[in-house]
């Protein structure tokens, strides 16, 4: 399996900014859709925001405008930069790839993607926000 690691979490006061890391392998013949996933007690797992190989970027409603993605020209580290952090985003992030999407009859767009649809998980890591 491809391993895929991130790092980044901790805690913070409402209002403040958290950088999240995430690192993996790159297969040059797949399609490659990534981003972050979040999931907080007691709740399902849900999107925060994905990159596509067009560097196209997709975010959940709840993230637009203080959450921002991007990846590096290699394409194999990725982040996440938090910002204006809320209560409500305490949670574990978890990275995540879906690889093929393309082949597969997929965008990297939110609305189109299942926790299912990703076979590639990292380990997680917690950010927890005070209010």
């Known amino acids: 399996p491809r391993p895929i690691e991130e790092s980044g979490g901790g805690s913070v006061q409402s209002g403040g900014s958290l950088r999240l890391s995430c690192k993996t392998t790159r297969y040059a013949e797949s399609s490659h859709c990534w981003g972050w996933f979040r999931q907080a007690p007691g709740k399902e797992r849900e999107g925060v925001a994905l990159?596509?190989?067009?560097?196209?970027?997709h975010y959940a409603d709840s993230v637009k405008g203080r959450f921002i993605i991007s990846e590096d020209d290699s394409k194999t580290h990725m982040y996440l930069q938090m910002n204006s952090l809320k209560a409500d985003d305490t949670a574990m992030y978890y990275c995540a790839s879906f690889l093929q999407y393309v082949t597969l009859g997929h965008s990297c767009a939110l609305s189109d993607v299942k926790v299912g649809d990703f076979g590639y998980w990292g380990q997680g890591t917690q950010v927890n926000v005070s209010s």
């Open positions: 990159i596509d190989d067009e560097d196209v970027r």
